[in-house]
């Protein structure tokens, strides 16, 4: 297997500008992460699905930002307007085992600069 | 929320020292994980820990889980350079299924 995907590994976008991060998880895992990694704040998680429904939400920081699973293999957080304080690492993480959830596979996540 | 404290932030060592870090919170954990983080990619779990007092090895890595059930503690022994990275310690959150909770992470520079 291929492990997870992240696209594209690295975005630099204008402030305002709209933002789409995608994942393709590891077949055959039913749960998935959004993660958000910053030197000051470590990983954050910001949503997670589990069979393709988001359970929560909490951690998305504001409307601006939205996730969306629509189907067993593929996932995408949007951010629009993208603004300079988003600028981060966002990893996408899947694991097969909901109940535990405790053996992550991380992509190798994407790079956000916003200017 | 649960809060996971991870010491030292940073280390910088000559490569053959051992090395030791450790991780605490104030709520207890049922289980206990570490994961590594190399550059540019995401974490890798290492090792997984279960029952209190238990101590696990994964090759020049050794993990405990405290007795108190409150803390963890990461060895590697014999450091190399490929060592280098972010340990991160991580504990399932206060139900049964919910995501991890991940500390802040201990960044290792070793020195060749």
């Known amino acids: 297997d291929a492990g997870v995907i992240q696209s594209p590994r690295h975005e630099v976008t204008e402030m305002g500008q709209e933002v789409t991060l995608r994942c393709k998880p590891i077949?055959?895992?039913?749960?998935l992460f959004w993660y958000r990694q910053t030197m000051m704040r470590g990983l954050e998680l910001l949503i997670y699905?589990?069979?393709?429904?988001?359970?929560?939400d909490s951690g998305m920081p504001e409307d601006r930002f939205s996730a969306k699973m629509p189907n067993a293999s593929f996932s995408t957080l949007k951010i629009q307007p993208s603004e300079p304080r988003d600028s981060a690492v966002y990893f996408c993480?899947?694991?097969?085992?909901?109940?535990?959830?405790?053996?992550?596979?991380f992509g190798s996540g994407t790079q956000l600069s916003v200017l | 929320g649960q809060q996971l404290n991870q010491s030292p932030q940073s280390m910088f060592i000559q490569e053959g020292e051992d090395v030791s870090m450790n991780c605490t919170s104030s709520?207890?954990?049922?289980?206990w994980l570490w994961y590594k983080q190399e550059p540019g990619e995401g974490p890798v779990l290492l090792i997984a820990?279960?029952?209190?007092?238990e101590l696990t090895s994964n090759g020049r890595l050794t993990a405990q889980f405290g007795i108190t059930r409150k803390d963890s503690f990461l060895n590697i022994s014999a450091s190399i350079p490929s060592d280098v990275g972010i340990y991160f310690c991580?504990?399932?959150?206060?139900?049964?299924?919910?995501?991890?909770?991940f500390g802040k992470g201990t960044r290792l520079s070793v020195i060749a």
């Open positions: 993480a899947t694991t097969g085992n909901s109940a535990t959830n405790e053996k992550l596979f």
């Open positions: 077949s055959g895992h039913n749960s």
């Open positions: 699905f589990n069979n393709n429904v988001p359970i929560d």
């Open positions: 709520s207890i954990f049922n289980t």
């Open positions: 820990l279960y029952k209190a007092g």
């Open positions: 991580a504990g399932p959150g206060n139900s049964g299924n919910t995501p991890l909770v």
